[in-house]
């Protein structure tokens, strides 16, 4: 028995809002600096669902996977800047800050 598609279960996603979240998102990745495999995954990521929601009537479905796709690289780049933030605050306790 095959499995269900998960697409067919996934609540709708306002477009307008998605327009809005990558207008912002491009915004901020223009002022992060190169160099991260991770950031320049995730201003790929960006431009991809720009142009999938620059298209007419773009199916849910790739909007879905490309919301998916960002949300785990932003999970991953969080991830790192905890990790960064720990080694600054352990930095900043070795100076006596």
Do not use: C, W
């Amino acid at each position: 028995m095959s499995e269900p598609d998960n697409r067919e279960f996934a609540p709708k996603v306002d477009l307008q809002q998605v327009e809005q979240l990558v207008a912002a998102l491009e915004a901020d990745l223009a002022k992060v600096r190169s160099g991260s495999e991770d950031v320049q995954a995730l201003r790929d990521e960006v431009d991809s669902l720009k142009r999938l929601l620059d298209s007419s009537g773009p199916p849910p479905g790739p909007v879905h996977e490309r919301l998916r796709s960002i949300h785990r690289l932003m999970d991953t780049l969080v991830d790192d800047a905890i990790q960064g933030a720990r080694y600054v605050a352990e930095i900043g306790r070795m100076l006596g800050m």
